[in-house]
């Protein structure tokens, strides 16, 4: 069947609006009947009224009588009278029996009250000569019903608000839990979990949910097959390049040693080094990619381990001023040295290439409550707002003329960030107000 879920939706939707007004109908006319007869305790009380009455009454007491009848109405503060009926037929009319064993001048006091009505009723009680009745207006003390007001408002407000709600609860259940599911699985997918699948959690369900939770995993399997197999292609690759690589390098130093200053020879080894740099990276993105490890065995330092980086750059870099701002000592528990070093390593050797000769590279240390940040400010050129999440990307390079001076294979920033990941860190790009990159990496401290 075609749009199950609106078929499904417009059923419930429906039905519980049924129930409901039928629930609701039923409980006030209930509620109602029940509220609406003088309780027990006051029909024996104006019962008993009576029976005094009409026992002074018999006696012939009429003082007496009056007295009472007076002594009642103060007490219930409402209208006694004793009144007798005489009842006259005319126009030639006859009586009937049914009508006479009946006939009161108010209301028998078993009868139901009307609750809407301002005014008490005047109740009858009749004695036994059937001609003599003893009213009296219904105290309002004795009015059934004190809280039918609120008891209705209940009843016709509050309760339908709360079935509705249980009612829009069911519905959005039946909604929000599968696309829970599918929203968990997405997540995890995102997070590298390729295998996840969502159709089968999903039971015998066969809605617009269900087709949704299908194309989610026809489209999960694909995609997740493509990321294997381009990463198993990384490393695959990157592996066997490792073979011919180093007997290149080994023909290599026996022709350095026949011609040691041949430029030829002196430029191939500089291809070798940048060769075999990028089939190492290669090799341990593919590795973090796939493994996903996490590299928290070690207790590090981060001034020293700043310290030793910045002065390999000093060396390589001899012509850039490189300041740092560190605390004197900043203790990393559950975290990796040569990951993080090597991470760091990375940006900063992009910082100090993209940054004109005699221009400054800053690094800057702050601890934080629960966090380290460490903060690599350069001079270069910046990379537009736009890119500045594509540049973590594995083999992506800019193409502006500032980068093509700067020859890299693209993999340092998406091994950092994989690097400090591993670590439980975070890394990302800003731009900064003078201009330049700036690189944060965000250490949190284990607890
Ligand atoms: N500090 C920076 N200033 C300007 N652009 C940068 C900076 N750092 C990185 N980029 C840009 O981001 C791209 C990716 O950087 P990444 O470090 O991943 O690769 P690379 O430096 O080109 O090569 P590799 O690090 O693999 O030798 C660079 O090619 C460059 O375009
Ligand atoms: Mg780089």
Redesign the pocket.
């Known amino acids: 069947m075609k749009r199950r879920l609106f078929w499904k939706l417009c059923t419930t939707i429906t039905v519980g609006t049924i129930v409901l007004f039928w629930i609701i109908h039923h409980l006030i006319l209930q509620t109602e009947q029940h509220m609406s007869f003088i309780d027990q305790h006051y029909q024996q009380q104006l019962i008993d009224y009576a029976s005094h009455a009409e026992k002074l009454y018999l006696q012939g007491e009429e003082e007496k009588l009056a007295d009472w009848i007076n002594t009642i109405q103060q007490r219930e503060d409402t209208w006694v009278a004793l009144i007798r009926s005489k009842l006259t037929p005319l126009a030639g009319s006859e009586m009937d029996n049914y009508f006479i064993d009946n006939f009161a001048l108010g209301r028998d006091i078993s009868w139901k009250i009307h609750l809407y009505f301002a005014q008490n009723p005047i109740m009858d009680i009749t004695f036994s000569d059937g001609h003599t009745h003893f009213l009296i207006r219904l105290p309002q003390r004795m009015r059934p019903g004190g809280y039918w007001t609120y008891t209705s408002l209940l009843l016709q407000i509050a309760l339908p608000m709360l079935l509705l709600a249980i009612l829009s609860m069911v519905i959005y259940r039946h909604v929000m839990s599968p696309l829970r599911q599918l929203e968990k699985a997405t997540k995890q997918f995102s997070d590298g979990n390729y295998q996840v699948r969502v159709r089968d959690d999903l039971g015998k369900r066969n809605d617009e949910i269900a087709s949704l939770a299908s194309t989610f995993d026809s489209m999960a399997e694909r995609i997740g097959t493509q990321i294997q197999t381009q990463r198993h292609l990384t490393s695959d690759l990157s592996h066997e390049l490792r073979t011919p690589l180093t007997r290149v390098e080994l023909a290599l130093s026996i022709a350095e040693q026949s011609n040691p200053n041949d430029e030829s020879l002196q430029r191939i080894r500089h291809e070798c080094l940048q060769m075999r740099?990028?089939v190492e990276?290669a090799l341990t993105l593919a590795w973090l990619e796939n493994e996903r490890p996490a590299l928290r065995n070690e207790t590090l330092d981060l001034t020293d381990l700043i310290d030793s980086i910045v002065e390999n750059a000093r060396f390589e870099f001899p012509r850039h001023l490189i300041s740092v701002q560190t605390p004197e000592t900043a203790c990393l528990q559950q975290s990796s040295d040569r990951a993080l070093g090597h991470a760091i390593e990375?940006i900063l050797?992009?910082?100090l290439?993209?940054t004109p000769a005699e221009g400054e590279v800053n690094l800057t240390l702050k601890q934080h409550t629960d966090h380290y940040d460490l903060q690599i400010d350069?001079q270069?050129?910046?990379?537009p707002e736009d890119q500045l999440q594509n540049?973590?990307k594995p083999f992506?390079?800019?193409n502006?003329v500032?980068?093509g001076k700067?020859k890299?294979?693209?993999?340092?920033?998406?091994l950092?960030r994989r690097q400090v990941e591993s670590t439980g860190g975070k890394l990302w790009a800003q731009l900064h107000e003078k201009g330049?990159?700036r690189?944060i990496i965000h250490l949190p401290i284990p607890v």
């Open positions: 740099e990028l990276d990375n050797r992009n910082a290439s993209y350069d270069g050129p910046g990379v540049i973590f992506f390079r800019l502006s500032e980068s700067h890299g294979f693209g993999v340092g920033l998406a950092a330049g990159l690189m």
